[in-house]
T-cell receptor, first 116, second 114 residues
Framework: GESVGLHLPTLSVQEGDNSIINCAYS??????FIWYKQESGKGPQFIID?????DKRQGQRVTVLLNKTVKHLSLQIAATQPGDSAVYFC???????????????FGKGTHLIIQP | NAGVTQTPKFQVLKTGQSMTLQCAQD?????MSWYRQDPGMGLRLIHY???????DQGEVPNGYNVSRSTTEDFPLRLLSAAPSQTSVYFC?????????????FGNGTRLTVT
């Protein structure tokens, strides 16, 4: 079946720089996308989501960009801080699935490392 | 708000033993699910439920049972533990009536089967 993946398993950035984490998906039927942050020893934590009728959505210090033409999703973190160090997952939901988390599939994650 | 609460946080079992991983949520979410997380494999869905009295299998259901007698609780049972079930287990919930809504996760149970 189709799956969600990430371009890089590890991303290292300097504290204060902007981080960009990428995600490629192959299911053209996906219409809802989510980014999660997972700190060591904890469960995934919701960061931001975006529907397929949008190409950009902003939160506090985070921006998600969606390019449906090339099936690409990215998470931008502004002014990266030590507390941003974590594994980041993208997830996608198929448009013809049911409510809630039905049809939600996860990528394998990118480990964001913050250099002092 | 407590959100999604999982117990225990850590567990060690011998092969063949049985146990129940507990999960409770206080958000009145209809949808609940169990995932396992293994290195390099990402999150894989074990079982899920769209409401009390309703359960269904996910991607990797073998060796696990679930039940959903109340909206709040969704326990995961290992009937005869195997080393291949060594993993970190996450319970998650979301509203079902809302078509697009993110999952809320607990902090996991780290299980080791020797």
């Amino acid at each position: 079946g189709e799956s969600v993946g990430l371009h890089l398993p590890t991303l290292s950035v300097q504290e204060g720089d902007n981080s960009i984490i990428n995600c490629a998906y192959s299911n053209s039927a996906s219409d809802y996308f989510i980014w999660y942050k997972q700190e060591s020893g904890k469960g995934p934590q919701f960061i931001i989501d975006i529907r397929s009728n949008m190409d950009k959505r902003q939160g506090q210090r985070v921006t998600v960009l969606l390019n449906k033409t090339v099936k690409h999703l990215s998470l931008q973190i502004a002014a990266t801080q030590p507390g941003d160090s974590a594994v980041y997952f993208c997830a996608e939901k198929e448009g013809y699935s049911g409510g809630g988390a039905d049809g939600l599939t996860f990528g394998k994650g990118t480990h964001l490392i913050i250099q002092p | 708000n407590a959100g999604v609460t999982q117990t225990p946080k850590f567990q060690v079992l011998k092969t063949g033993q049985s146990m129940t991983l507990q999960c409770a949520q206080d958000m009145n979410h209809e949808y609940m699910s169990w995932y396992r997380q293994d290195p390099g494999m990402g999150l894989r869905l074990i079982h899920y439920s769209v409401g009390a009295g309703i359960t269904d299998q996910g991607e990797v259901p073998n060796g696990y049972n679930v039940s959903r007698s109340t909206t709040e609780d969704f326990p995961l049972r290992l009937l005869s533990a195997a080393p291949s079930q060594t993993s970190v287990y996450f319970c998650a919930s979301s509203p079902f009536s809302s078509y697009n809504s993110p999952l809320h996760f607990g902090n996991g149970t780290r299980l080791t089967v020797t």
